[in-house]
Every structure is written in structure tokens, then in C-alpha cells.
């Protein structure tokens, strides 16, 4: 099968250098030239264009910012929508809503190319490993002749069709608004409980021990508690965008949501404390600056 590859950021970057390693034959291409420099020394072919990535390319992922983004590199000047051969497929694995793919599936069915939406969880560790979550929307037969190449980007026991086109990406809004929340619960349970008093390392043990425990708790927070780190490969502006999305989802199906409104305010705050690049834990340096309570933990302790 030979692919191309859209988008070579924090995660398309190292998940084509997977597709590179596992022998497949890759066009690659992204605004930014200097993108590409280590995918052509490993055998890449370079399309100065969308539309060049998808001449003669079985299937063609794009991994991109906004669904703005996917509408421009698909629709847009020498867009890939008008390359994409009969019996291609095109996989959209950025976090992203259906709108864009819905029009390119009505423009591009009579041709006979399919369009999947594949978004995933795992963060740059995973798309570096290989061993990203992958939520497929779409057509059954589709999915199964695209999973070998899933296969080589997720861990093949998480990689799952969850339902039919823009399932996908709907499965992934809702895990990352729910992650988002248990950010900003977790971080105002923490702050009141240690400026009440109590110490860190006790109230995290007793959280974690009780019918509050989460994995955020557990695992997620700890790059904060261990290191001050806030996870800068996940940019603030992206969090930002996946929640106006997961809000907007809400009120387009009529559904009331307070909480992640809420959230997003939260995020957006950040946002503007420390800017679009800043790691998408930053809430938590929000209210660690507010309150002048650094929420961190001596390893030891992390080691016990
Ligand atoms: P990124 O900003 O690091 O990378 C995006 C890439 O797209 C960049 O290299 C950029 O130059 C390129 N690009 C932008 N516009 C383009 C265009 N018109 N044509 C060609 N290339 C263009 O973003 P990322 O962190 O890799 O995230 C990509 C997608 O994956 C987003 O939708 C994000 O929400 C999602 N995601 C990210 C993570 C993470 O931890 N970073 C985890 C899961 C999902």
C-alpha cells in the first residue's frame, strides 16, 4: 500500500517515521519544508503540495491542527481532494468534527474513494512508540483494509471501529473533555486540600484510595507533581480548540453542558496567562500561581 502523509507535527511527525520503518512507501508533505527533513533521509518522497501527496497514494492520512486546517488541505489550492485516486482511501486522524469529511464524501463517492475519520489518544510518547489509541469512524470494509496500517501507528489491542463516519472523532472530543474536567477538578481538590492543611503526598494517597480515585490522579498529574511539567507536545491552543469543539458538539445535539462550558473557560484562562504554546496542563499552573501553592511532590515520596 502506498501512503501519504499530511501533516508532520508533534504526532504525524514521528507516526510517518513509523510508516517509514515498517517498509512503506511514503509521500510526505506540510507547510513547514523543514518538516520533512528527516522522513527524506529515511526514504520519504516529498510533495510540495497536498494534492502531490495524494497522486497515486492508496491511502492518504492527514494529521493536522483544526478542522480549518483539513478543510484547506483538502479543499483548498491543489487540494488533495481532487488527487485522491478511485479506490483510495482518506484517513483523517486529526481531532477534528465531520463537517469537512461529509463534503468530500459527497463530493468523492461517485470516484469510489472512501474517507475514514481515525483521531487518537496517547500523546507524542505514543505516536513516538507506535502505540497510540485509534477511534474509527466509518465503513467496515474500509477500516479493515486500512488496520494493518493502524496497526504499525496504535497498539492493536486499542485500536477499535467505535461506529460509522464521525464517530471517531466524536469518541475523541468526549475523552479529552473528560480528561480536561478531571484536570481542573483534580487541581482546585488538590489547592483547597493543601491549603487547608493537609499534606500533598497524605491527600493524593487518601484520593487515591477512595471512591474519587482516577487515573488522572494516579498517573496523568504526576509529570506535574514529579517535575513541574506541564506537557508542552500538546499545545494550549489545540486544547482549547478540541473543547470549543466537544461544547459546540453539545449544544448542535441539544444537549446542556455546564460543566465543560465551564472548562473551557478554565482552559481558555490559561490560554491567555501563558499563551498558545504553553502544555495543556497549564490550568494547573494557573491555580498554582493564583494561590501561590505549588503542587509538587519530592520523588522519593512519588517512589514509595
Ligand atoms: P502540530 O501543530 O504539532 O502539527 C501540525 C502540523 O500540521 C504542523 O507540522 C504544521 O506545519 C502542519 N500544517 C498546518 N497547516 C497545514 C497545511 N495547510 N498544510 C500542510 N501542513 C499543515 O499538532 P499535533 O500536536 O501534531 O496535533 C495534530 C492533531 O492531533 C491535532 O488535531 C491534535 O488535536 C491531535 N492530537 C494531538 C495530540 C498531542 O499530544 N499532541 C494527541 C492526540 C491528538
Redesign the pocket.
Known sequence: MKIGF???????GPMSLNLLAAGYDVAV????RE?AAEHERRGAVWAAT?AGAGHGRDAVIT???TPR?VE??LLGPAGLLDALAPGSVWVDM???VPEVADRVRARAADRGVEVLDA???G??HGARTGSLQIFVGGDEATYRRVRPVFEVLGDPERIMRVGGHGAGYTVKLMINLLWFSHLVATTEVLTIGTRAGVDLAVLRAALLASPAASNFLDRDVLSVLAHGDYDD??AMA?ACK?LGLAVDLAGAVGVPAELSALVEQVYRRARAAYGDLAGEMSPVRLWEDLTGTPLRLPVPVLQE
Open positions: 499530511i501533516g508532520l507535527g508533534n504526532m504525524g508533505h506540510d507547510v513547514r518538516a497536498p494529521m493536522l491542527p486546517h484547506t488541505v486529526s481531532t477534528s483521531p487518537v489518544s500523546m507524542a507536545s500538546f489545540l478540541d
